[in-house]
C-alpha cells in the first residue's frame, strides 16, 4: 500500500505505540533507532532520516532505515545547505513532491538515495532551538497528505529529548571524554568535582549499568538491595505513623509484600542466575510487569504499575549504592538529579558541594536560587544524559551554563588554571569589604545578603554585608521531617541574630507553595504558583505561623535587630491579620517577664494587585522589599520553574522597569525603606538601573556584594540616572540589557560583566 492510501490512517494509536516501543530501550541510541524505524513503518515510506545538529554548525546523520547501511555518521552539511540544511535554517517543515527540481535539492553519492522524489522534512525544536531534521522520502513523485505531515511534526516533537542525548553531541575523538552538554545557566562560577546521583525515576533510566560480577556475587547484592529498600520502606512508614490513616499505611505494607513475593525478587535473580547483573535484572523485570499491568482493563488495578516503578527503583537505587549519604567523596561533591531540591543540597556542608547539574529546570527555581546565595555554580535544564556514572569527574561551568563529563586531562588543566584566576580577582575585591558602597557623587547604597541557612550566614559578613535583607526561614521547615518545634526555631534565630547584631536582619515568615513543597504536608494544585502558598498558607495554619512569630521575637530579646516580612501579601486583611497576631504575641510574652519589642512589620511587593495598595498601608507596615523574581513572573504571566517558557523570563522586561520606576514615585511621597531583594539585585546591568531609580536598599546573595560594591563604588548616579530615563523609553529587554552593557563596558567595567 502506497502512503497516499493511508491518507488519515495515521493517528494517536500509531504515535503511542512507537513511543512505547521506543522508551523500553535503555540506550539514547536504542530509544533513537526505535522511533526511526516505528516511522518507517508506520508511514510505510521508503526511506525516513534523522539528522542531528552538530557543534552549532551542521547536520549529521545519526540514524536511518531504507538508505545504503552504514550511511548514518558518514554524512554531514552545514546548516542552510541542502534541503535539510534549509529546513534547519529556516525551522520551517519542507514537503515537496519532487524533490530533485528544488534548487537547494544536494545528491550524496554515498547514500544511495538517487531516484526518492518525493520529500518531507520536519525541524527538531527544543527551547526554540533547533536541534535536529527528520525526513522521510519515497521513490514515487507525490505530494504527502497534511495528516502524514502533522504526523511527523508531532513525531519531531517526541524526539527533542531523545536527541538531546545523542554522544554526536560530544567530541567523537574523545569517544566519551569531555561530553559537554548545554543547559540554562543556574548559579555562576566554574568548579570540578566527583558525581553524586540524586536519584530519580528519570536518572536511573540514564546511569551506565555497572560491571557484572560473578553470579552469587550478584544475587548477594540483589538480596542486599532488598534488605536496604525494606529498611526504607519501613523508616518512612514510621516516620508517618503519627500522621496518615491506616488505611494510607498500608501502602508500605504493599511495598514490602512486592519486595517479598516471587514476582518481583524471584524473576529478578532467575535472569542474574541466566547471566544477567543485579542491575539489568531488576530493571528487566520491573518494566515486564508494570508492561503487564498496563494491559489491565480495571483502573485501580491498572494504576499498580506505579508501584511496580516506585519499588524497582527504590532496589536499582540500592544496588548503585546511591541512597543516602554520598558514598563517595565528603569534598567537591557535584550533585546531579531530574531536579535536585533545596533539602537534597542541604543534606551536605556548603564546603562539600562543588557544584549542582539538573535535568530539568529553571534558572530561577529555588535550588538556582540557593545555589547563587551559596556561591555554588549550578547549570539546570541539560536534558538527559547518558552513560552516568556514580564518581565520575565532572565540570560544571555556571557562567557559561554546560557541564563537561569525563573531562580530558587537558580540560581539567584548563579549568584548574580559571578557577585559579577567578579566586584571585574574587580576592582582590574582597579587599574592598570594609569600605561603603558609595558612588562617586555621593549616594550611598546599603547592601544586604540573602540567606537560608546558618552554614550560609558568616560569609554575608565576610563579604561586607550590611545586615541581612532576606532571611529565608522555610529553609529548616524543608529540611526537617516535620515542623520544627518552637525551641528548634528558637536556637537558628537566635544564633543568627546574634552574629549580624547590631546590623538589622529581615526574616521572612514561612514562604512554602509553589515549587516548595514541605515534604511532610505536600498537596497538589493545578496552578501552584497561584495558590496555596506564602502568607496565605500561614494564616491559614495559624498555629505554624505563632510558633513562628513566638520563636522569633524570643530570639529577638537584647539585640533588637529583627524585622519581619511577610511574602506573597494582596490584601489590607492579611496585612491587619498578621499585625494584630504579632502585637497579640508582643503582649503574651512581655507578661511572662520577658523585654519584647514590637519589632518592624514589612511587606514583600510581588503580587501586582498590592501596588494599588500601597498608599492604604501607610500605617500598618514599616518596610517594603519588592521581591523581583516573582515581581517578575506575575508581571509577564511566566511560571519561573517552567524550563519551556524559562527564556521569556527576564527583570530587564519594560514592564518590570516601568512598574520599579512607579513605586519609586510613589515611595518618595510615602516615605517607606524600600529596598529591591531578588535575584535582580545581583545582576550590574540591573543595579545600574536600580541606582538610577534611587533605591538605596539591595539584598542579594553574599558571593556577589564585592562585585556590586566595586560598581556602585565606580558609579555616579546622575549617569546611572540618565541611563534608567534611556531605558525606559525602550521596549525590549535585550535592547535594554545591549545598551546598559555597552555603557559599562565602555566605563572600563568588563571584568565585573564577564563574570
Not at 525494606?230 to 488505611?247: C, G, N, T, V
Amino acid at each position: 500500500m502506497t502512503p497516499a492510501g493511508r491518507r488519515g490512517e495515521i493517528g494517536l494509536s500509531e504515535l503511542h505505540r512507537i513511543v512505547v516501543d521506543a522508551s523500553a530501550a535503555h540506550t539514547v541510541e536504542a530509544q533513537i533507532d526505535r522511533l526511526v524505524s516505528g516511522v518507517h513503518q508506520a508511514m510505510r515510506v521508503d526511506v525516513c532520516s534523522l539528522y542531528q545538529v552538530y557543534a552549532g554548525t551542521s547536520l549529521k546523520m545519526v540514524a536511518n532505515r531504507g538508505l545504503s547501511a552504514g550511511v548514518a555518521g558518514r554524512i554531514e552539511l552545514p546548516l542552510g545547505e541542502g534541503l535539510v540544511g534549509k529546513i534547519a535554517f529556516e525551522r520551517m517543515p519542507l514537503s515537496l513532491a519532487k524533490a530533485s527540481r528544488h534548487p537547494a535539492y544536494r545528491y550524496f553519492p554515498e547514500s544511495g538515495e538517487e531516484g526518492f522524489e518525493a520529500f518531507l522534512g520536519v525541524p527538531i525544536v527544543q527551547l526554540g532551538q533547533v536541534i535536529g531534521v527528520i525526513v522521510v522520502q519515497n521513490r514515487d513523485e507525490r505530494a504527502f497528505s497534511e495528516d502524514e505531515q502533522t504526523f511527523l511534526i508531532t513525531v519531531a516533537a517526541q524526539l527533542a529529548p531523545n536527541l538531546l542525548r545523542m554522544p554526536a553531541l560530544s567530541d567523537p575523538r574523545s569517544n566519551r571524554a569531555d561530553r559537554r552538554m548545554q543547559g540554562i545557566r543556574g548559579a555562576p562560577g566554574k568548579s570540578l568535582g566527583t558525581l553524586h546521583l540524586v536519584v530519580g525515576e528519570q536518572t536511573l533510566q540514564l546511569i551506565e549499568e555497572p560491571l557484572r560480577r560473578s553470579t552469587e556475587e550478584e544475587v548477594a547484592l540483589l538480596q542486599a538491595a532488598v534488605e536496604a529498600a525494606e529498611r526504607e520502606i519501613q523508616s518512612a512508614k514510621q516516620r508517618l505513623s503519627q500522621r496518615l490513616s491506616a488505611d494510607s499505611l498500608e501502602l508500605f505494607d504493599f511495598y514490602s509484600l512486592m519486595l517479598a513475593g516471587d514476582q518481583l525478587v524471584a524473576a529478578a535473580e532467575a535472569r542474574i542466575r541466566a547471566g544477567s547483573s543485579a542491575f539489568s535484572a531488576v530493571r528487566a523485570t520491573v518494566d515486564e510487569l508494570v508492561a503487564a499491568f498496563e494491559l489491565i482493563e480495571d483502573e485501580y488495578l491498572r494504576a499498580r504499575g506505579e508501584d511496580v516503578s516506585h519499588v524497582g527503583n527504590k532496589l536499582l537505587a540500592a544496588i548503585l549504592g546511591a541512597t543516602g549519604p554520598a558514598p563517595g567523596p565528603v569534598e567537591n561533591v557535584v550533585l546531579l538529579g531530574d531536579l535536585v531540591s533545596i533539602t537534597d543540597m542541604a543534606a551536605f556542608d556548603p564546603e562539600q558541594l562543588a557544584g549542582i547539574l539538573c535535568l530539568q529546570g529553571s534558572p530561577l527555581s529555588h535550588t538556582a536560587v540557593l545555589a547563587r546565595s551559596l556561591g555554588i555554580p549550578a547549570v539546570v535544564g541539560i536534558g538527559p544524559v547518558d552513560h552516568l556514572v556514580d564518581g565520575s569527574r565532572v565540570v560544571v561551568d555556571g557562567d557559561r551554563g554546560f557541564a563537561i563529563f569525563d573531562p580530558a586531562p587537558a580540560t581539567l588543566d584548563d579549568y584548574r588554571a580559571r578557577i585559579a584566576d577567578e579566586a584571585a580577582y574574587q580576592a582582590e575585591l574582597l579587599g574592598n569589604k570594609s569600605l561603603p558602597a558609595v558612588t562617586l557623587d555621593g549616594f550611598k547604597v546599603r547592601l544586604l545578603a540573602n540567606t537560608g541557612l546558618l552554614a550560609d550566614v558568616r560569609p554575608g559578613l565576610a563579604r561586607g554585608a550590611e545586615g541581612i535583607g532576606l532571611y529565608r526561614s522555610e529553609i529548616p521547615f524543608l529540611s526537617s521531617e516535620a515542623f520544627p518545634t518552637e525551641a528548634e526555631q528558637y536556637d537558628i534565630y537566635r544564633e543568627l541574630l546574634s552574629i549580624y547584631h547590631p546590623l538589622p536582619v529581615t526574616m521572612r515568615t514561612l514562604d512554602v507553595g509553589g515549587d516548595k513543597q514541605l515534604p511532610y504536608l505536600p498537596f497538589q494544585e493545578d496552578n501552584p504558583s497561584l495558590g496555596w502558598r506564602g502568607i496565605r498558607f500561614s494564616l491559614d495554619n495559624l498555629p505554624v505561623l505563632v510558633t513562628q512569630l513566638r520563636a522569633m521575637l524570643r530570639a529577638s530579646v537584647g539585640l533588637d535587630n529583627l524585622r519581619v516580612m511577610c511574602p506573597m501579601v494582596s490584601s489590607l486583611a492579611e496585612v491587619e491579620e498578621v499585625r494584630a497576631v504579632l502585637k497579640s504575641l508582643v503582649a503574651e510574652l512581655r507578661d511572662q517577664g520577658l523585654d519584647v519589642g514590637m519589632p518592624p512589620l514589612g511587606i514583600m511587593v510581588e503580587v501586582p494587585g498590592v501596588l494599588p495598595l500601597l498608599p492604604h498601608l501607610k500605617d500598618r507596615v514599616d518596610f517594603l522589599s519588592v521581591g523581583t523574581n516573582d515581581l517578575t513572573q506575575y508581571l509577564l504571566a511566566v511560571d519561573r520553574g517552567n524550563p519551556h517558557v524559562a527564556t521569556r523570563y527576564d527583570h530587564l522586561h519594560p514592564a518590570v522597569l516601568h512598574t520599579l520606576a512607579d513605586i519609586c514615585r510613589l515611595n518618595r511621597k510615602l516615605g517607606f525603606d524600600l529596598s529591591v531583594c531578588g535575584e535582580m539585585a545581583a545582576d550590574p546591568v540591573a543595579v545600574v538601573l536600580l541606582v538610577g531609580l534611587e533605591i538605596q536598599n539591595l539584598s542579594m546573595n553574599a558571593y556577589s556584594l564585592p562585585r556590586i560594591k566595586a560598581l556602585i563604588r565606580g558609579l555616579t548616579v546622575k549617569r546611572c540616572r540618565r541611563l534608567a530615563n534611556a531605558a525606559l523609553k525602550l521596549g525590549d529587554a535585550g535592547a535594554i540589557r545591549e545598551k546598559i552593557s555597552k555603557a559599562l563596558r565602555r566605563d572600563g567595567f568588563s571584568a565585573l560583566l564577564d563574570r
